[in-house]
């Protein structure tokens, strides 16, 4: 069965230093998200993306943060100087949309650690 | 703007009891509602979803929903859970029409104890 891959599973990196979080959606999807869950928090939108370009973004979506589609498989996301509260576990999720509604699959996630 | 309130962040039960997790939103549009289901070390499941018809929803092992506009819940129960479904349940919102993002809840943590 296809599945949403992420990598890596876990990052540590060190306050302001940049990190790109990478997934692989399946295959013949068009919608493609990025979500984070502080822990103990809730989970929270970041970014919806569609034919190449950002469809919606949260407050939480700064200039620090970015997301890219480089090759037509991944979808990135990249945070250019990181700060402790950026610490959370992130979730990419695509969805096929063949409808006025379809399924988000969810990646396992990335486990971000800033020192 | 759309919010998700669940009202437990730990519900523990017994083996074969019966459980219900509960799920109340705020929205000013009409919305799809959700369950997601997320077990350890993996990502989040769609359990169940309600887009229209029937206000009752399954899922294929044993879980429902009911929508209650009246009430603004979408409340998860099961009859009898079994160890298996320990995991973490999120109730989510998309309005209709939009982007497709999802607004979650805080999560419910299952307990099935022995």
């Known amino acids: 069965e296809p599945e949403v891959t992420q990598t890596p599973s876990h990052q540590v990196t060190q306050m302001g230093q940049e990190v790109i979080l990478r997934c692989v959606p399946i295959s013949n999807h068009l919608y493609f998200y990025w979500y984070r869950q502080i822990l103990g928090q809730k989970v929270e939108f970041l970014v919806s993306f569609y034919n190449n370009e950002i469809s919606e973004k949260s407050e939480i979506f700064d200039d620090q943060f970015s997301v890219e589609r480089p090759d037509g498989s991944n979808f990135t996301l990249k945070i250019r100087s990181t700060k402790l509260e950026d610490s959370a576990m992130y979730f990419c999720a695509s969805e096929g949309r063949e409808g006025p509604y379809n399924e988000q699959f969810f990646g396992p996630g990335t486990r971000l650690t800033v020192l | 703007a759309q ?112």
């Open chain 2, 3 to 114: 919010s998700v309130t669940q009202l437990d962040s730990q519900v523990p039960v017994f083996e074969e009891a019966p459980v219900e997790l509960r799920c109340n939103y705020s929205s000013s549009v009409s919305v799809y509602l959700f369950w997601y289901v997320q077990y350890p070390n993996q990502g989040l499941q769609l359990l169940l979803k309600y887009l229209s018809g029937s206000t009752l929803v399954e899922s294929i092992n044993g879980f429902e929903a009911e929508f209650n506009k009246s009430q603004t819940s979408f409340h998860l129960r099961k009859p009898s859970v079994h160890i298996s479904d320990t995991a973490e349940y999120f109730c989510a919102v998309s309005d209709i029409g939009n982007t497709g993002k999802l607004i979650f809840g805080q999560g419910t943590t299952l307990q099935v104890k022995p």
